[in-house]
C-alpha cells in the first residue's frame, strides 16, 4: 500500500489515488535542501489535501520552488495554477507539450475525459534538449525527453547517496491519436529508461520499485504488453 511520505532517500510521496483524489496521478516531492522539488501536481479536485500531505512530513509548502510536468495531461498538471499562486514555483515542462499546458485545449490536457476545467499556466522552464540538466537546491535533476505517451513527455533522474531514482511517469502509456501519441517513439523512450538501469522507478500511477532487476523487469514487461501494436 502507497501511503504518505518517504519511499526513497530525499523523496517523498505526497499525492496520489487514496492520498489526495481519486483523479490524481501520483506525486512525489524531492528534497533538495534550499529547494523543494515536486514532480507532477495531480488534476486539481485534490490539490490541497497535497498541500496538506506536505506539511504533514514536515515541509512547508513556500519551500517548494520548482514543480517538474511530466507532460501535459491534466492529472498530472491539474493542480499548477493553484500551487504557482500559491508558493511562486516556477513550472518546468518540455517543449512539445507546452502547448497543452499554456493554452489547455480540452483534447492535448484529456481534461475531457476526466470532465474537469483546467486552470492553464506559463510554463518558465521549457527543455528543448533530449537530455538536460538543471540544478535545483543542492541536487542535479536530469530530465530525458521521452515522447510517445504525448510528444512532450519526459523523464526525471537523480543519482542520491543510495542510488538512481527515475521519475518514470506514465511508462505503462496509454496512446491515443488526440494527445499525438507515437507508440514508436515510444518504444525508443522506454529503451532510453532501461539504459539509465535506475534502482528506483517512481511511476505515473501505481508502482513504486525498489529494486534495480525489478526496475528494468516492469519495464521491459511494458514493451512486450504494447508488442503487438
Ligand atoms: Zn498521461
Ligand atoms: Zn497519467
Known sequence: MIEVGPIWDRVFMVGGPGLSHPTDCCVYLVDA?????????G???GVGQIVKNVVTIGYSIHQ??????????????????FLKGLCGCMVIAHDR?????????????????????????????????EMETHSFGD???????TPGHTPGSIAVYLDLDCGRVLFGQDVHGPFCDEWGSDINQWRRSMEKLLDLEADVLCEGHAAIIKDRAEVRRH????????QNL
Open 139 to 145: 541536487l542535479e535533476f536530469h530530465f530525458i525527453h
Open 219 to 226: 519495464i521491459e514487461s511494458q514493451l512486450r504488453r504494447y
Open 43 to 45: 488534476a486539481g479536485p
Open 97 to 129: 507539450d507546452v502547448e497543452g499546458i499554456e493554452l489547455g485545449d480540452a483534447r492535448l490536457t484529456a481534461a475531457n475525459l476526466y470532465d474537469l476545467d483546467y486552470d492553464p499556466v506559463k510554463v518558465d522552464i521549457v527543455l528543448k534538449e
Open 33 to 41: 535542501g534550499e529547494d523543494l522539488v515536486m514532480i507532477d501536481s
Open 64 to 81: 517548494i520552488k520548482e514543480i517538474v510536468a511530466t507532460h501535459c495531461h491534466i492529472d498530472h498538471i491539474g493542480g499548477l495554477a
